[in-house]
């Protein structure tokens, strides 16, 4: 899990992680942002490169 990837969790929540602490991350979400235990990320989508455009990634599981 790396800052600029693309995730959802387990709640539903869908976003863009800005900040990467030991244990949380801040989301950005489509309003406002999140901060979310990793352990409650349940899927990465995809990362948003310099050029703008996304790119899809095979889905990652979080381990509880």
């Known amino acids: 899990i790396k800052k600029g990837e693309?995730?959802?969790t387990a709640g539903g929540l869908i976003g863009t992680i800005m900040e990467v602490g030991e244990?949380?991350?801040v989301l950005r979400l489509e309003e406002g942002r999140a901060r979310v235990l990793k352990s409650s990320i349940a899927l990465v989508t995809g990362a948003k490169p310099a050029n703008g455009t996304v790119e899809a990634k095979p889905d990652v599981k979080a381990t509880v």
């Open 23 to 25: 244990t949380d991350v």
């Open 6 to 8: 693309k995730v959802q």
